[in-house]
Structure formats: structure tokens, C-alpha cells
């Protein structure tokens, strides 16, 4: 028996150290991607949202290729392709639909609007993970949508359509998240990204066909480094999903939201509304909630060998 607190001391550090990694991946892609909205924004000015997807994912896939050499081709091996394929249909309409809010919105309220994705994860979390969420979170996931109102204003003489599409972006990549933590259950953080970007290829490439023009100039240098910063982001943000409940981890990738405020300001003289942000003040809060009180569940199963057995196996 002597030996059982020694046992639960070990695991709580390996589980904090663990939650310190996955924290530290979420916030590098944070950085990650909103420098990618950047580039974004600046393809724009000659491309069109479908085009500037495709070659992100193209440039992605590229800069993703030293991980399938590194592994070898038996890191393909999977029995779960098929839900790569929905997961990446799933993302791929998402993508789309947030690339072309990045272009016809406010930099900063594209991007804020995106950061009601971990509302719709917790909701989903509890629906397919199994999550406990108890009726303080439940608050706060209210209280973020009542942010994301504040932003969008339906009905009132400013409202404007496109933030309708940043929000379809956004529940589906809720959607994506989820898939993504199931996957990371059995397949490994290197494999995802590698399916992801590969499969992404060609199901952005259909759409971009129709708007095609070829870039030129400054144009290919925007369009390679959203690519770079993409599959960038998509690694930390797997290798942090890895190590962490999805709706724990997504609210800290907030941080995006004033970096691309920052650089939305420097680049393209933007200002952030009052009305955004007062919403983003908001959503931030539920967000942070919410990740209060999931580290508060996590500590307490760590810390308890009979609380939960199954943490120890971790």
C-alpha cells in the first residue's frame, strides 16, 4: 500500500505534463493560423476564396511530405478511411466556407466568429464522446452565443450575410475536431495530417476549377506560405487534440483572435468594431469557462486512483 501514493503523485505529473504539452501545440497553432488568415487575406487581392483553398492545401500536402518520408509509406496504413473521407469532405466545405468569410469580412471578425467552434464542440462532445457537461457549462456555451449575436447583429441595418458563412465554417469545424479526437484514438497525429492533406487535394481542386485564374507575382509567395502555415497549424493542433479533451483544449486557441486583430490593423488598416469586440470579450469568457472547468475535472481524475481507474492508463 505504501507504494499506491507514490503511484497516483506519478501519474497526476505525467498527466500535467502531458496537459502542458497539448496546451503549448494549441497555442502554436493558434500562431499558426493566424498567420495562414493573413496570407489569406493577402491572395485575395488577385485570387478567388475557392482557388486561394486549393493552393493551400496543395502547398500544404508539399510541406507535409518530409513526414511520409521520415515514416515511410506503412504510416498509410489505416482501417479507418472512411471516416477520413467524411471527416475531410466535412472540412473541406468548412475550409471553404471560412476562406471566403476570411476575404469578405473584417479580418478580426472572421476569425472571431470561427472561435464559436468550441461552443458547438461541447455540445457534440457530450453527443459523441461522452463527455459530462454540467449545467455551469452549459451556462457558459449560452453565454458564448449570446457573444456570437452580439457579433453577427441579425437584424439590424449592418448585418451582413457572410457572417452566416463564418458560422456554417465554424459548426463544421466542430464537427471536424470531433472527428478528429476519435481518430486520434487509435491512428497517430502524423498519419492524420498526412490523410487530411492528401484527401483535401483533390476535393478542393473541383471547386476551385471553376473560378480558376493563375496567380502571379507576390501572389505565389501568399499562397505557399498559407500552405506552410496550414499544415503548420493542423500538426500542433492534431499532436494537441492527442493529449487533450477537445473541449478543453479548442477555447485556448482564442489567442488567434488578437494576433490577426494586430496584424489586420498593421496590413489592411482594419479596426475592430465595438460590436465585435464586446462579442469576442464575451465568448472569450465562456470559452474560458469552459476550459477552467474541464482542467478542474481532469485534475480531480488524476489525482484520485478510484475516481478514475482508467486514467492511470493513459
Same mark, same amino acid.
Given at each position: 500500500m505504501s507504494g499506491l501514493p507514490d503511484t497516483i503523485t *506519478? *501519474?497526476?505529473? %505525467? !498527466? %500535467?505534463? #502531458? $496537459?502542458?504539452k497539448a496546451v503549448g501545440y494549441m497555442v502554436c497553432s493558434a500562431a499558426m493560423f493566424a498567420c495562414m488568415a493573413v496570407m489569406i487575406r493577402l491572395a485575395s487581392s488577385q485570387l478567388h476564396a475557392f482557388e486561394i483553398a486549393f493552393f493551400r492545401n496543395f502547398f500544404g500536402f508539399v510541406f507535409a511530405l518530409p513526414l511520409l518520408m521520415h515514416h515511410g509509406m506503412g504510416i498509410l496504413k489505416t482501417d479507418k478511411l472512411s471516416l477520413y473521407v467524411g471527416r475531410c469532405l466535412i472540412g473541406i466545405v468548412s475550409m471553404l466556407c471560412g476562406f471566403y468569410a476570411i476575404v469578405h469580412l473584417p479580418l478580426a471578425k472572421a476569425v472571431t466568429i470561427s472561435y464559436s467552434t468550441p461552443l458547438f464542440v461541447t455540445i457534440l462532445a457530450v453527443l459523441f464522446l461522452g463527455e459530462m457537461v454540467r449545467l455551469r457549462r452549459w451556462t457558459a456555451v449560452g453565454l458564448g452565443f449570446i457573444g456570437v449575436l452580439v457579433i453577427m447583429r441579425p437584424g439590424a441595418d449592418t448585418f451582413d450575410g457572410n /457572417? $452566416? &458563412?463564418? $458560422? /456554417?465554417?465554424? &459548426? $463544421?469545424?466542430?464537427? &471536424?475536431?470531433? *472527428?478528429i479526437k476519435v481518430l486520434s484514438r487509435t491512428e497517430k497525429p502524423d498519419a492524420i495530417v498526412l490523410w487530411t492533406t492528401m484527401l483535401w487535394v483533390p476535393l478542393s481542386l473541383v471547386p476551385a476549377l471553376f473560378v480558376w485564374t493563375w496567380p502571379t507575382g507576390w501572389t505565389w509567395a501568399w499562397i505557399v506560405a498559407a500552405g506552410f502555415f496550414g499544415t503548420a497549424g493542423h500538426m500542433f493542433w492534431t499532436r494537441a487534440l492527442k493529449r487533450g479533451d477537445a473541449s478543453m483544449l479548442t477555447?485556448? *486557441?482564442?489567442?488567434?483572435v488578437p494576433i490577426v486583430a494586430v496584424l489586420a490593423w498593421w496590413l489592411f488598416d482594419e479596426t475592430v468594431t465595438a460590436w465585435t469586440a464586446v462579442g469576442a470579450a464575451i465568448i472569450f469568457v465562456a470559452n474560458a469557462y469552459i476550459a477552467h472547468r #474541464? !482542467?478542474?475535472v481532469a485534475s480531480r481524475a488524476v489525482t484520485d486512483a478510484e475516481i478514475s481507474p482508467e486514467t492511470q492508463k493513459r
Open positions: *506519478s *501519474s497526476g505529473q %505525467r !498527466a %500535467r505534463s #502531458e $496537459l502542458l /457572417t $452566416l &458563412v463564418a $458560422l /456554417t465554417a465554424a &459548426v $463544421l469545424s466542430a464537427i &471536424v475536431a470531433i *472527428s477555447p485556448i *486557441s482564442f489567442m488567434q #474541464e !482542467a478542474q
